[in-house]
Structure formats: structure tokens, C-alpha cells
């Protein structure tokens, strides 16, 4: 019998009065599920969350007023691993590559969700590893992106995340094993010379975009200021700075795609403006930038200039 079950082209709905309670790869789970419901008033939250099926448990969860089946286990799983296949689920419940509410552009990693008809935008990364702390995070707190601490523990990876609320948005600055390790002016600063390096072009942190004319801000907020061991940030005399800003677009992207750098890795680097004659672009380009003295090539790897 078949009553308040749909089938689609490669799955099985189970669907009363026009609501959906849950999609599913067979007939078998769908029957299994339409029973368990009707048992149950039709309310997901009376649904147990393991129950022994022709000698196998099946771990059942409920997300977004949904049933799925989270897993088939030979034996009784722990309350742990239950936990652990809800919070999974939960996390990417359409097994998408980056999970939910993370998309990539380009090299940014970019936490987006849709809240009463509108876009909001948590952060940017330029690490996966970063996106998943902040989306699991937030995704634990209702979104509430106050709810970081500066230093916040991730029990996923065991390790400590330095974290900064700017504009709304969570900037992960740096990550440690060790809690005690942790110099959060140190920390400060590196994050503060990363955002001028790309303000100048002299580093590529596409991520870091929204925060590049608030430096002076951010140095009176952490109490100390952007320095380097190589560049002087203050220099109002440094003609560098007029020749990076002067360069054509392509030509700036591969300036900031060297970072002691192979021929090869700058073409990984700029895939997204594959064409035609591609390598001998490039290499045209990392001879003018030569000639200009903004590049210096040390046997097959280029290395930006301090001039």
C-alpha cells in the first residue's frame, strides 16, 4: 500500500496534506517512515531516534521539520555517534561539497544565509577550515554573531581560533594548539599588516577586501599598528606604491600572484583567466613587471621587490 507516498524519479516522498515529512532512496524506508508517523499523530517530534529494523538500527534525525535516515548500523549506536550523524546532517543535509551555506567565489569562501527574504553574509575565508568554524558556530547559535568569543575553542579540530566580529562579520585571525601560546597582539598585528600588504598589492588576500580602508580604525580598536620586518607601510615617499597602482588589472594579478613563485604555481594561481597563449601571457607580463623592478627572478622562482 502505497497511501501518502510519492514517487519521484530516484527517491520515494512521504507527503500528507501537502506537506512534505521526507525524502527517501526506497520504497522500503518510505513505507517504514509513513507507519512510524501515522503511529505517532503525524508529528515528527514523538519519532524516536533509533529503532531496530529486520536486525539493524536505523538512526533517524529531524531537521527542518523533516525525517531522515541518518544511518543503518549493525549494532546500537552510541548516544555520541547519534549526536555526531545529527550534527553532520545538520551541517550539509544535501552532501554539497562545502555544506550548508558556504559557497565558494573564486578563492573566497563566502558563509551566506537567507534570513525573512534577505541575504546576509557572515564572513570571508581563504580557508575551508575557517568557513566550517564559523558556519558550525553560528549554525549552534542561532546565527547570533556576537556569540564568539575572542578566543574560541573548536572541538572539531582540538584547537584555539582567534576570532573578531567586524561590520557583522566573523574574521577567523589565527588558529593554536596550545590556548597559552596565543599573543593577541601578535596576532593583531599580523592581521593588520596582511589587510595593508593587500590593500598596497603586495600580498593577495581577496578575502580581507571590506576591511581595506578601515586600518586606522582597526589599529585604535587592537592598540597597536601594522608594521613589517620588510615593508614600510608609512612611507609617503616609497614610489612602489604609484608604479602597483599604475599596472594593468592583468598585469596586477599576476604581480600578486608572486610570492616566490614557479611560472607554474602563478598559472595555478590565475586559472580563472585561462586562454589562449596563456603561459607565454604570463611570462610577458612577469618581464615587464622585471623591467619595472617590482619582480626579481631568483633561478625558476619570482620574488616581489623592496624598493
Not at 521539520?65 to 552510541?78: M, T
Not at 567586524?166 to 599580523?190: G, P, T
Request: charged share 30%.
Amino acid at each position: 500500500m502505497t497511501k501518502y507516498i510519492r514517487k519521484n524519479k530516484s527517491s520515494y516522498n512521504v507527503v500528507k496534506s501537502s506537506r512534505s515529512y521526507g525524502k527517501f532512496q526506497n520504497i522500503d524506508d518510505a513505507t517504514f517512515i509513513r507507519d512510524l508517523l501515522a503511529e505517532n499523530d503525524w508529528n515528527p517530534d514523538l519519532i524516536n531516534q533509533t529503532y531496530e529494523v529486520n536486525g539493524q538500527y536505523l538512526v533517524l534525525g529531524v531537521l527542518d521539520e523533516k525525517i531522515h535516515i541518518l544511518a543503518k548500523c549493525n549494532e546500537k549506536p552510541s548516544q555520541k555517534t547519534i549526536d555526531e550523524l545529527v550534527k553532520r546532517k545538520r551541517r550539509n543535509p544535501n552532501g554539497s561539497r562545502y555544506g550548508l551555506n558556504i559557497t565558494r567565489v573564486f578563492d573566497t569562501f563566502v558563509i551566506k544565509k537567507r534570513i525573512a527574504g534577505d541575504d546576509y553574509v557572515f564572513g570571508y575565508y581563504d580557508r575551508i577550515e575557517d568557513a566550517e568554524f564559523v558556519r558550525n558556530h553560528l549554525l549552534d547559535n542561532q546565527w547570533n554573531v556576537n556569540s564568539f568569543s575572542q578566543i574560541q575553542y573548536c572541538e572539531d579540530t582540538d584547537d584555539y581560533r582567534v576570532v573578531e566580529v567586524i561590520d557583522d562579520k566573523a574574521y577567523v585571525l589565527a588558529s593554536f594548539k596550545d590556548k597559552n601560546s596565543i599573543d593577541l597582539d601578535e596576532v593583531h598585528r599580523e592581521f593588520l599588516n596582511r589587510i595593508t600588504k593587500h590593500k598596497l598589492g603586495l600580498a593577495q588576500h581577496p578575502y580581507l577586501d571590506d576591511l581595506k580602508n578601515s586600518v586606522p580604525e582597526l589599529e585604535e580598536r587592537f592598540n597597536t599598528k601594522a608594521q613589517d620586518d620588510v615593508w614600510d607601510f608609512k612611507s609617503t615617499q616609497n614610489p612602489l606604491n604609484d608604479i602597483i597602482f599604475s599596472l594593468a588589472p592583468f598585469q596586477k594579478s599576476v604581480y600578486d600572484a608572486v610570492d616566490d613563485s614557479t611560472v607554474e604555481d602563478i598559472e595555478k594561481s590565475l586559472v580563472r583567466f585561462r586562454s589562449g597563449n596563456f603561459t607565454q601571457k604570463i611570462q610577458r607580463n612577469l618581464d615587464e613587471l622585471e623591467k619595472k623592478g617590482l619582480i626579481a627572478k631568483n633561478q625558476n622562482h619570482y620574488i616581489k621587490q623592496n624598493k
